[in-house]
């Protein structure tokens, strides 16, 4: 077994100098400011043992924590078993995800795959003046922010009954915060905040409550519903939204809320590892489906394999 420690960022595939590290780099001047920050560190991968005899063509996935404007990410440890050969993508322009190919794993050994990451990540703080920021116009939506207007998993902001609620809300171009406020205060006003989770956006809205994930797939629903990008922000063991505004000259911003717990609207205080952003992919290894939260996959030719997956803070 092999254990490296890297001092410098991980240059992944080429592509990744796009989308995700762009928008560290483009961190907004007159968006949300970033406050204090923390620096702590994510263990990422999968344990495989081949425990009924030898396995061949194994292949796993695990994602990791990648750069967002509130949000630095560099890998500082590798634990790789020599069996296992580890490369890193990037999965619709979000999510960062180490690929661990096994070609042949013997009976009863183990194969190691395991990352950490050191991530600082900064509180977030509402804008001084928001009056300057508008609703974005469709027709002229940056590619990667277009798709934040469809429906997701357990988003259904092109129901019926979610057009209809999303009706009662007049948001136009001036004034677009005060009118995406009102939306988030209805949610909040409205939909009582629990911890059994009802399923989605919809199944909230008709029972009147859901936990934090309901909560905030419903604020999204209604953004949409009303052509205001939203999208989710999943950090460990819970989820939050943020919605798209530009300002008077075109340029886009996201900013986050609190759908469940403590109030907090254009600011985020809780500085929490960020995991994936969005909820609507394809996993490369199966696209008959599409998913809210991109997980852990292990998929092999042969054997019949044991698996424990890893995602926690680390020590």
Not at 124 to 152: E, G, H, I, M, W
């Amino acid at each position: 077994m092999r254990v490296r420690s890297i001092v410098v960022c991980l240059v992944v595939v080429a592509g990744m100098g796009g989308q995700c590290l762009a928008q560290f780099r483009d961190a907004p001047t007159e968006g949300s400011k970033l406050g204090d920050s923390v620096v702590q560190r994510w263990r990422a991968g999968v344990i495989i043992t081949a425990r009924s005899g030898p396995c061949q063509g194994l292949v796993g996935t695990a994602p990791l924590p990648t750069d967002w404007p509130e949000q630095e990410t560099k890998i500082v440890e590798e634990d790789f078993s020599p069996t296992a050969k580890v490369s890193y993508r990037v999965v619709e322009g979000t999510v960062k995800q180490m690929v661990v190919e096994i070609p042949y794993l013997p009976a009863g050994e183990e194969c190691r795959a395991i990352v950490t990451v050191e991530v600082r990540r900064s509180s977030q703080v509402r804008p001084d003046d928001t009056s300057v920021f508008v609703l974005p116009n469709k027709r002229k939506l940056p590619r990667d922010v277009l798709p934040y207007l469809a429906p997701s998993p357990g988003i259904e902001c092109t129901s019926a009954k979610i057009k209809s609620t999303a009706r009662q809300f007049d948001v136009q171009e001036e004034g677009a915060w005060d009118q995406i406020e009102a939306i988030y205060d209805w949610v909040r006003d409205n939909v009582a905040h629990q911890d059994k989770n009802q399923g989605g956006a919809l199944a909230a809205l008709q029972a009147g409550q859901g936990d934090h994930e309901d909560l905030t797939s419903l604020f999204i629903a209604l953004c949409r519903a009303k052509n205001v990008p939203a999208r989710t922000v999943w950090v460990d063991k819970h989820c939050y939204p943020e919605f798209y505004l530009e300002d008077k000259e075109g340029k886009g911003y996201w900013f986050p809320c609190q759908a469940g717990g403590a109030r907090a609207f254009g600011e985020m205080p809780d500085r929490a590892t960020i995991l994936q952003k969005g909820d609507s992919f394809r996993s490369p290894h199966d696209r008959r489906e599409r998913k809210r939260f991109l997980p852990e996959t292990l998929d092999g030719a042969g054997g019949t394999p044991s698996v424990r997956f890893i995602r926690e803070p680390a020590p």
